[in-house]
Structure formats: structure tokens, C-alpha cells
């Protein structure tokens, strides 16, 4: 089981001094917290997708690239690449060229993100959104697997003998992982493909959780990609820690009433009883993070945000101290004790690699 964190890259003013970090020193604090992930000994650092203020992460492969440059282990990912808005032929070119330039160590999220006004900003309609994730992720498939593709579709001009350069790392296509916390259609599509689903259950009931995962596993099963247990889930989450619950429920509280994506809604006792968010000591932290099991069955990729709302950088750095010391440890054994033997571990570039080789001398078998 992989762990590890996810940025939304938001600047936020923090609420207990009134300073606002500028976009460099929020950029220069990201690329500071995912070398500290792998320095506590987490597998992934990912971030998100956006192209509006307070945002700054518009360029998602160029920072994991650079991240790359200084790390050695960490699985590079992003926790929101825009699918629907972006070309799929700049995709597939950006992400393999992190491939070769990360050895490997990368992954992608597909998902449509949450801001509505994106669409236009890049010339599409909001209303086509599920189309356009279909369309889109159909042909960057093709794209990642065929050399030469000539394609034609409803929301970009055709392909003839086009070739994406350069080719993925190995021959291996980026393992892909569609995030969604709220559309069946696109756990469907996930299962159809065999890829994995990702959900990003931070603002969700349990309850909500269970039922889209609960979806993907047994459409997996239908397409005849394994067992529904057997099926790739991952899971978001959000933790706040202090030796004293008290003292983190206190220290947490005004960056909580004032985030900009929950701030100003249920209070923070109702939301974490509500959602996965954790505020507490880091037993706390474990108990509450195996209980996800029980809701989506065993799962093979949990992240965490840990530097939203406002949490100065060295806020956030002792939290990542507490997670790989304290909780990420406890999680490891716990998780492996539960895992039947039959289902997977999370993908990682090696392992499709080795599955590639397999299937080819396979092949090469029967032929003889």
C-alpha cells in the first residue's frame, strides 16, 4: 500500500497573523514539502490542476519535474490533471517525458476538477464535461499504446499518422487513476479500462464513499479485469495533529473557519464527524484511517492533505514529521496484516513493466 500527500496549491492568507505568502514562496513551499515526504519515507507526492488564483499550480509537470531532479523514491503524481480541458496530445507528451525524466517514478490522476469557468478558458463547454473525459482519455490511451494513430472525434481536429513524442518510459504507459467524488460515469470508465479510481472523499459521508467505490469494484469485475477485490481504489484524506488532540483541535480551528474550500459551513467538530477529516492525536489518525477499510474494502493508495488553508510551511513540515514517524509506520503493518494475498499492490512502473515482459513471453510461448 502506497502513501502519501496532495497539494491543492492554494495561497491562503493565514488566519492567526494575517500574512499572506506570495506565489513564489507558496511554489518554493510545495517543492519544500514533497522532498520532506520522501525524506519521512512517504511513496507519493502529488498536486493538483488549476488556473485560477488562489491557486498556483497551473503547470503540474513542470514542478514534478523539478521535484524529480531532487528526489530519488518518490512516485510523482498529480492528484487532478483536467481531462477534459486540456489536449490529450500535450498530455501524453508532458507525462512521458516526466516518464524518462523521473525514471519511471510517475503516475497520473484524469479528473475534471471544480471550477466551472475553465471550460471557456480553454474553449470547451462545461455541459460536454462527461463526453469530453471520455473522448479525451480514449485517444490518450492511443496515444500511450500506438505508435502511428490516425484518429477522429467530436472535440478536437483529427490525427493522421501522428506519433506522440517521445514514447513512454520502457514501452509502459503511465499507470492512470481517475479521480472523482461525485460521477458514476466516470467509475464506469475506470473499470472499463482496468485503471484505477481514485476518491477523493474529503468533503464526503462514508457512506457516498462506499457506494462509488463500491461501483467501480464490481464494474472491474464485470469487464473481466479480476475480481472486484481485486480492483485499484485509492482514497484522500485530510489530518491535523498534536501529541493532544485538544491541542491540535485548538491549533487547527481558525485555519478550519477559514479555509476557502470548507471555511464558513458545518463547524469542525460536524464536518469531521462527517467526512474523513481527522483533528487529533496521531492514534487518532491510524484508527480513524483503518476504518477506512471497512468502508471501501482493502485499497491501495492513501493520500493526505496536509498544507491547505493557510498552515505555515513549518506547520506543515512537523505534521509530515508526525505522519512518517508516527502514523505512516503503524499503517504499513496494520494494512499488510489485513491484505488477502490475492489482491494487488498499487501499481508502480516496475510492476507493469514486469506484467509487459510476462505477457510477452507468454505470447512468444503459444506462438511456439
Known amino acids: 500500500m502506497q502513501f502519501g500527500i496532495f497539494s491543492v496549491s492554494d495561497v491562503t492568507t493565514d488566519p492567526t497573523n494575517g500574512r499572506t505568502p506570495t506565489e513564489a514562496e507558496r511554489i ?24 485560477n488564483p488562489p491557486f ?49 517514478r510517475v503516475d497520473v490522476m484524469m479528473g475534471r476538477g471544480n471550477t466551472g ?27 500511450w499504446r500506438e505508435d502511428v494513430v490516425d484518429w477522429e472525434g467530436k472535440f478536437r481536429t483529427p490525427l493522421q499518422s501522428f506519433t506522440a ?16 467524488i461525485r460521477s458514476p460515469e466516470i467509475a464506469e470508465q475506470a473499470a472499463y479500462y482496468g485503471d484505477g479510481f481514485f476518491h477523493n472523499n474529503i468533503f464526503w459521508p462514508a457512506e ?15 469487464y473481466g479485469h479480476g475480481k472486484a477485490d481485486q480492483a485499484i481504489v485509492g482514497l484522500g484524506g485530510q489530518v491535523f495533529m498534536r501529541k493532544n488532540s ?41 484508527d480513524r484511517t483503518l476504518g477506512f477499510r471497512e468502508t471501501v474494502g482493502d485499497y491501495q493508495r492513501q493520500l493526505f492533505l496536509m498544507d491547505h ?12 514529521d508526525i505522519l512518517g514517524e508516527e502514523v505512516v509506520p503503524v499503517l504499513r503493518e496494520e ?33 511456439r
Not at 510545495?30 to 488556473?51: N, S, Y
Not at 464558513?264 to 489518525?285: D, H, R, W
Not at 488553508?309 to 509530515?320: D, R
Not at 490475492?342 to 510492476?351: N, Y
Open 28 to 51: 518554493q513551499a510545495m517543492v519544500r514539502i514533497a522532498l520532506k515526504a520522501e525524506e519521512v519515507g512517504l511513496d507519493v507526492f502529488a498536486t493538483g490542476e488549476h488556473h
Open 56 to 104: 498556483v499550480a497551473s503547470s503540474p509537470t513542470t514542478m514534478l519535474g523539478y521535484i524529480a531532479a531532487q528526489t530519488k523514491d518518490l512516485i510523482l503524481s498529480t492528484s487532478t490533471t483536467l481531462i477534459t480541458t486540456n489536449d490529450p496530445v500535450k498530455i501524453a507528451e508532458d507525462f512521458a517525458m516526466l516518464q524518462h525524466l523521473a525514471g519511471g
Open 117 to 143: 469557468p475553465v471550460y471557456p478558458w480553454f474553449g470547451q463547454d462545461i455541459r460536454q464535461g462527461i463526453p469530453l473525459a471520455i473522448e479525451n482519455y480514449a485517444l490518450l490511451r492511443r496515444l
Open 165 to 180: 513524442t517521445p514514447r513512454p518510459l520502457d514501452g509502459v504507459a503511465p499507470f492512470v487513476w481517475h479521480g472523482s
Open 208 to 222: 457516498h464513499t462506499a457506494r462509488m467505490v463500491r461501483l467501480y469494484r464490481q464494474r472491474f469485475e464485470h
Open 246 to 286: 485538544q491541542d491540535a483541535v485548538r491549533e487547527f480551528r481558525p485555519y478550519f473557519d477559514n479555509a476557502p474550500v470548507y471555511g464558513g459551513g458545518p463547524s469542525l467538530e460536524n464536518f469531521s464527524t462527517a467526512t474523513p477529516l481527522t483533528v487529533g492525536s496521531p492514534q487518532q489518525v491510524i
Open 309 to 320: 488553508a493557510g498552515l505555515p510551511l513549518k506547520t506543515v513540515l512537523e505534521q509530515l
Open 335 to 367: 494494512f499488510a496484516k489485513l491484505k488477502p494475498a490475492h489482491v494487488p499492490d498499487a501499481p508502480t512502473h516496475q510492476s507493469l513493466l514486469a506484467a509487459q515482459q510476462q505477457q510477452e513471453e507468454q505470447k512468444q510461448e503459444v506462438a
